[in-house]
């Protein structure tokens, strides 16, 4: 079955610093992935996805993607993080394009300090 | 442009009340409609799709029912609640057929069973 991971439950960086969330996903064929933001209180907003191509894919808010295969890996980055990044974020790939369900990861809370 | 929208925002109940949470979408024909929960520090679940009016897929077993009278309405529904149905309750939708497309979230309900 399709599974997603991402191994960091908290993460905590300081405002201007670089940023790199990991995930990791378990799928047969190409997968398609997704990267969400969400505030507290607050929906999911999507920030990037990858269906195929360039494996290094461009977000909104200055995100990106790099998409790995032979790591298995779909890690988002950015290069400076303002104190409004402070959010959770899913990774998430479709496991069924009958219905186009989404599974997704446990999420990486990410803190940001002055 | 589609929208979704989800109310109410934010709900108390008591244990054995019943429940109704109402999503809908604009902008759009026959989506497929997803209801997920977010337990407090959890990822997020898949409860219900649906890929039409009347039909419904249930992910796990629960305290929960969903229906789609029309097709751009979803309703999750329960005859009594339970204190562990308390958590964040997201409706989300996509278009058929377009699995790399992804979700479109709705803001969510904050449900309390008390």
């Known amino acids: 079955a399709q599974s997603v991971t991402q191994p960091d439950i908290h993460i905590t960086v300081s405002e201007g610093a670089s940023l790199e969330l990991r995930c990791n996903y378990s799928y047969g064929a190409t997968p398609y992935l997704f990267w969400y933001v969400q505030s507290p209180g607050q929906g999911l907003q999507l920030l990037l996805k990858y269906f195929s191509g360039d494996t290094l894919v461009q977000g909104i808010k200055g995100f990106e993607a790099e998409f790995k295969r032979s790591q298995s890996s779909f890690n988002l980055r950015k290069p400076s993080v303002h104190w409004s990044d402070a959010a959770e974020y899913f990774c998430a790939v479709v496991s069924n394009f009958g219905n186009e369900k989404l599974t997704f990861g446990t999420g990486t809370r990410l803190t940001i300090i002055p | ?114």
């Not at chain 2, 077993?61 to 329960?78: C, E, G, K, M, T």
Request: proline share 5%.
């Open chain 2, 1 to 114: 442009s589609q929208t979704i929208h989800q109310w109410p925002a934010t709900l108390v109940q008591p244990v054995g009340s019943p429940l109704s949470l109402e999503c809908t979408v604009e902008g759009t024909s026959n989506p497929n409609l997803y209801w997920y929960r977010q337990a407090a520090g959890r990822g997020l679940q898949l409860l219900f799709y649906s890929v039409g009016i009347g039909q419904i897929s249930s992910e796990v077993p629960q305290n929960l029912s969903a229906s789609r009278p029309q097709d751009r309405q979803f309703i999750l529904s329960s005859k009594k609640l339970l204190l562990s149905d308390s958590g964040f309750y997201l409706c989300a939708w996509s278009k058929q057929g377009a699995g790399a497309g992804g979700y479109t979230f709705g803001s969510g309900t904050r449900l309390t069973v008390v």
